[in-house]
Nanobody, 113 residues
């Protein structure tokens, strides 16, 4: 299975982005998926997860601003990011929660004026 994250870019503080994670196989509906991020000089951290049943969990640092969702028909997981802050700058990755696949290159989000 390959996971391709996309949708990153440069955005001003307060702006929005929507990240997409396309899976090469029909896995999204069967397993818990998550978005993670790694800022320069920091460890990778969990941002949000969604179970196969649709329950979501968001890190306290993004709660109320980010929303994870998925489209089973498109085998895609999304991360809607609103009210972005400079501290959200990081490379964002998606992966399976329990047994991660290859992390790939992720997608870079830069929040700066």
């Amino acid at each position: 299975v390959q996971l391709q994250a996309s949708g990153g870019g440069l955005v001003q503080p307060g702006g929005s982005l929507r990240l997409s994670c396309a899976a090469s196989g029909s896995i999204v509906r069967f397993i818990a998926m998550g978005w993670y991020r790694q800022a320069p000089g920091k460890q990778r951290e969990m941002v949000a997860t969604i179970t196969k049943g649709g329950s979501t969990n968001h890190a306290d640092s993004v709660k109320g601003r980010f929303t994870i969702s998925r489209d089973n028909a498109k085998n895609t997981v999304y991360l809607q990011m609103n009210s972005l802050k400079p501290e959200d700058t990081a490379v964002y990755y998606c992966n399976a929660v329990t047994k991660p696949y290859d992390w790939g290159q992720g997608t870079l989000v830069t929040v700066s004026s």
